[in-house]
């Protein structure tokens, strides 16, 4: 038994750990019940009572041996195990990044509009969407069952009140409440009974603006507006006027961009014009100064507005107008980095 022992021993100090499974084997072979340590336990109550001290002895330092290099082989193995998991994790990796909403792209740009007309001094001011007809039409010089009236197609709640068809609603509240000078912009969403398509919508966005004072001249609005647009478009957008007609401006023009998108030389998206057409602009009817308890001899002014989505569809290359307003995740977080 003295001679087992001692090749026991030796067979312990031999069997080498080097991977973790052999921490697992080695404990088997050698600690388990059926291991041999145990199988000599058993043997040990054969031996010879006057051989039993020393055999015992030496059977306990063989175990705790045995015991001793597992426990260290186990020690090891976990400390080499939660070090390779913290490599694993990568603390200086950016997060996974998660969508977590974004502004909307048509408020992006009435933002950006806003804060141009800031840097001019022009104030923000809002009013009702429903609009009774003084505000929406007869105090901007559109007469009783003028045909004007038609040019856009109202959404009429009662026979005075309507959904307001433009923002120029909100220019007549200013000027009613306000002394000159007035310089503000005015966004809003406004209504038209229009049929549904990929360019028109039955609601969209504007901003419209005034500037009220003394000596206000078409200059002036050229140059505001000219302004405005290389501000919001680049320094190399071009400029015309052309003349048109609005019930509350005389004389009124609509304004055109050349086209950002071909630098004017004709593309599908300005129908191989170079012009692209942006906004209604003019001097402010005295009729309407007038209406508004504003005195016309005194003073002048201009107006002006826009369409926001048409603007956005310009910037961001949108195609199709509905994408606004189908709340389209995919869509939308397209512009998450914008606008905060
Ligand atoms: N209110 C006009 C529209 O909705 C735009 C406009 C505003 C035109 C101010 C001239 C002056 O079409």
Redesign the pocket.
Known sequence: MKKQLEELKIQIELFEIKQSEQVENFRLKFLSKKGSLNQLFEDFKTVPSEMKREVGALLNQVKQKAQQKWEEAQAQFEANKSKDSAEQIDLTLPADKEFTGSRHPLKIIENDIIEIFKTLGFVYAEGPEIEDDWHNFSALNFPPNHPARDM?DTFFITEDIALR??T?SVQVRLMENQKPPIRAIMPGR?YRNEAISARANCFFH?I?GIYIDEKVSFADLKQTLYHFIQALFGQDVNLRFRPSY?P??EP?AEMDISCMLCKGSGCNVCKHTGWLEIL???MIDPNVLQASGIDPEKYSGF???MGIERIAMLKFEVKDLRTYFTNDIRFLSQFESMGN
Do not use: I, K, M, R
């Open positions: 856009q068809t433009h120029s406004v504007q419209e609005f509350f401006t009124s209604g602009c003019g107006a002006f507005g």
